[in-house]
């Protein structure tokens, strides 16, 4: 069989407005769980690194949990799990103001979360403990030491496997598609549907996840230069998983 | 809440969902083990040739290590469940285009951990070896590859966690492995929080226990010692 090649369907009718709206809601929910991802892994990286062991033991079990279950299985619980759970008016106004989009966020904010944690507690681990010590002798609390030493530090320390994190985040944002959320490669599978064109489409949304990966590698090196501290850096395996 | 519906569906969860025994072809399990081993296969195979000195067999490899990872998962399932058949003619088992799909996407995983490794023997071996007269080949075989699997573990073990945790992605193409038994067992029992809170647990409890082996590895292993 011969297949009939057509690259004008991705932008004839309404298709290139479909590309377009998934683009838009891939980065919203990147951009929206990235932040509650990066929330969560300063405080609970910093967690595990304080000499307070209720806090420590809180971190370890919020970090093991969550980034030892599928992602697909967290969008699950948080989108048909959950709901459940809630009061009735709860539950009716989730519904109404697009559960699915506020269920991805929550898993992609969750789940990265306990993997960005890793990194920034490599970060703070390779930090000499006397910068501690030394913030603590100058009168600083714990909280102030981390606040204004420890964490500015190691945030500057740890731009590589950030970078790494966040470019799974964005790929990852795509399971977001399971629960009915209209990025970018749900969009991509209605063109199929509509246009029977498989392989033009997968290609279209293939090349924007490649040019999206590309510009946020380029993004983050620019950030790399300009805050890395000259002799410290922290590169290695603890972000690959 | 009301956990008997996990111990009522737990045969068909665990046989037919997690380990792949049952009336569909499925199974978490039956994926990601002959995944881990094609996957890896192929992986040293493209990470050696990254490393290799003749530029067209490096710059493809290259090529094929930066695209799959600049790629989500879910386009390269969704790539193998729509492209094969118009390739073939015929449409192909799940399995099979889940299988390909991993392999060929963990491969460039692998192949990354593969060079990391390779690179990690200091240059001494190398120069060692060509001092007693070692081929380029045979020296791999014996003196750089063993102590460069031995480097890989950890990143190894945590890859293999990643990708039992992926194959919960072949359930979008209809793939019946745990994910897909509790969406089934959940279309006709609709108790969501107990079932996804269930097979959440059970991936937990692997991926955990390859983590801990991990961590194990890397105290008993003087990192500095190469």
Redesign the interface.
């Known amino acids: 069989m011969t297949y009939q090649f057509s690259w004008t369907v991705l932008w004839s009718g309404q298709t290139g407005a479909w590309l377009l709206q998934g683009i838009l809601v891939t980065l919203q929910i990147s951009v929206l769980g990235w932040l509650a991802a990066v929330a969560l892994g300063i405080i609970s990286g910093a967690f595990r690194t304080v000499p307070i062991a209720v806090l420590r033991w809180l971190a370890v079990c919020y970090v093991e949990f969550f980034r030892n279950v599928p992602l697909l299985v967290w969008m699950f619980f948080w989108y048909f799990g959950m709901p459940p759970l809630l009061p009735e008016a709860m539950r009716e106004w989730l519904l109404d103001h697009g559960a699915e989009f506020w269920a991805a966020v929550c898993a992609l904010g969750v789940y990265h979360g306990a993997r960005f944690s890793e990194v920034i507690r490599a970060g703070i681990l390779s930090i000499p403990k006397t910068q501690f010590e030394a913030a603590v002798s100058t009168g600083l609390t714990v909280l102030q030491a981390y606040r204004l030493i420890i964490v500015p530090i190691a945030l500057r320390l740890i731009v590589p496997p950030a970078t790494n994190e966040t470019l799974n985040l964005l790929k990852n944002s795509s399971v977001a598609l399971t629960i009915g959320v209209a990025e970018l490669t749900f969009q991509t599978r209605q063109i199929e549907t509509y246009t029977a064109k498989a392989f033009e489409a997968l290609a279209a949304g293939t090349i924007i996840y490649l040019a999206l990966c590309l510009a946020i590698a380029t993004i983050m090196s620019r950030v790399e230069r300009r805050v890395a501290i000259p002799g410290m850096i922290v590169r290695g395996q603890s972000s690959e998983f | 809440m009301d956990f008997r519906v996990v111990a009522d569906n737990f045969s068909f969860l665990i046989l037919q969902g997690f380990i792949g025994f049952g009336s569909f072809a499925g199974g978490t399990l039956r994926l990601a083990l002959p995944a881990i081993v094609l996957g890896f296969l192929l992986g040293t195979l493209v990470g050696l040739a990254r490393l290799s000195r003749t530029p067209w067999v490096r710059l493809p490899s290259t090529i094929y290590v930066e695209?799959f990872r600049?790629?989500?998962?879910?386009?390269v399932i969704?790539?193998f469940w729509?492209?094969v058949p118009?390739l073939l003619?015929r449409s192909l088992p799940e399995y099979a285009v889940a299988l390909t799909a991993f392999v060929v996407f963990e491969a460039a995983?692998f192949a990354e951990i593969v060079r990391a490794g390779i690179q990690s023997v200091p240059r001494g071996q190398v120069e060692a070896a060509t001092a007693t007269g070692l081929a380029r080949a045979p020296m791999m075989r014996h003196v750089i590859l063993p102590q460069a699997l031995r480097n890989m573990i950890?990143?190894l073990v945590?890859?293999f966690?990643?990708l039992l945790?992926?194959?919960?992605?072949a359930?979008?193409i209809g793939y019946v492995d745990l994910?897909k038994a509790?969406?089934i067992v959940?279309n006709r029992e609709i108790r969501?929080?107990e079932?996804?809170?269930f097979?959440?647990v059970i991936?937990?409890l692997c991926?955990?226990a390859m983590?801990r082996y991990v961590q194990k590895w890397e105290r008993t292993t003087d990192p500095n010692a190469t």
């Open positions: 695209f600049g790629v989500p998962l879910v386009m969704f790539w729509f492209i118009a003619g995983y950890p990143a945590t890859q966690i990643v945790k992926d194959t919960s992605l359930s979008i994910t509790a969406q959940n969501p929080f079932l996804y809170l097979i959440a991936y937990w991926s955990y983590s």
